[in-house]
């Protein structure tokens, strides 16, 4: 997810009433809450950097790790400017805020088809839930209205805990009800392509879409072809005549690219690669981001000319 959501996430939890077990509870768990973006930095790698993007920081030794490095820091920070009033900084109460930060933010991820290599460095398979867009709007709204609703009360003196637990129940089911739309879309689609192409889809994927949370653009494939269908939850399955289209992964240019350090990184990356042609040139890209396939950082050229240096 975004690191806006992340953040108001972190914000959200504090006012659940964790920010009563220890001075700077506010500020570590929305530190702890983004802490594993850290890989961001490797975007001056360029495409590249796809290989390392929620891998290494998202997996278990980072999990275990980041939040005592947090934890030190804020000590350190308090120690340097001590709070002057509030609960007072009690070490193993931010430790554990840290880790429940952290791991928020892996559960956040894994929501969207995006998805994180959860296992690395031991395994880098994909872990993704196909349940949320990346940037879902409804979820900021959600939490900056309980998270101000509950600073309101706050300062009134009122139980300011109670609204931010009811965004946080009312999150946790719109969550789930996404959820049961992904696989029941996930489920027809399967069904659909083996009655209309009589194939076996290896891979669906259900891509949820902006502020439409209700509708899924529907991405299969096999080995050979892949396929889109759109779905809505109360219409279900649409556009499903459409035939499939090679995947081309066998293609020479392809071939004769994939030692080329942003091949080798977007293939690494990449959960449903693809070889397109556009004006007469051939791009690897990636099925998932076909609308956004004119940014440099979902299509490599595959031509000589645009090769790597």
């Not at 108001?8 to 973006?37: C, E, H, Y």
């Amino acid at each position: 997810m975004d690191n806006l959501t992340h953040s108001l996430t972190g914000a959200l939890l504090a006012q659940m009433g964790l920010k009563r077990l220890s001075g700077r509870a506010m500020a570590t768990l929305v530190i702890a809450a983004n802490i594993p973006d850290i890989d961001a930095v490797a975007s001056v790698l360029g495409r590249e950097s796809l290989a390392i993007r929620r891998g290494i920081t998202h997996g278990p030794i980072a999990l275990l790790l980041l939040p005592i490095v947090l934890t030190g820091l804020v000590l350190a920070w308090d120690r340097f400017r001590p709070l002057k009033q509030g609960p007072p900084v009690r070490p193993g109460m931010l430790l554990l805020l840290g880790y429940i930060g952290t791991l928020s933010h892996p559960l956040l991820d894994w929501m969207n088809s995006y998805g994180i290599r959860l296992l690395e460095p031991f395994s880098s398979r994909w872990f993704a839930g196909d349940t949320l867009f990346i940037i879902d709007v409804w979820i900021w709204a959600a939490l900056i209205t309980c998270f101000l609703w509950s600073r309101r009360r706050e300062k009134r003196g009122a139980d300011w805990r109670r609204p931010a637990w009811l965004g946080f129940s009312a999150i946790c089911a719109y969550i789930a009800a996404n959820g049961l739309i992904t696989g029941r879309a996930e489920s027809e689609t399967h069904a659909a392509v083996a009655h209309l192409h009589g194939r076996e889809a290896k891979l669906v994927v259900a891509n949820p879409q902006p502020v439409t949370f209700w509708r899924r653009t529907m991405l299969w494939r096999d080995e050979e072809v892949h396929g889109k269908m759109d779905y809505a939850a109360l219409r279900g399955l649409s556009n499903t005549a459409a035939a499939p289209v090679p995947n081309r992964l066998d293609d020479p240019a392809l071939a004769g690219a994939r030692t080329r350090p942003d091949v080798k990184a977007f293939l690494f990356w990449s959960r449903m690669p693809i070889v397109i042609e556009r004006d007469g040139r051939k791009f690897l890209g990636d099925q998932r981001f076909d609308s956004a396939l004119t940014r440099d950082q979902f299509l490599i050229p595959l031509d000589p000319q645009a090769g790597a240096p």
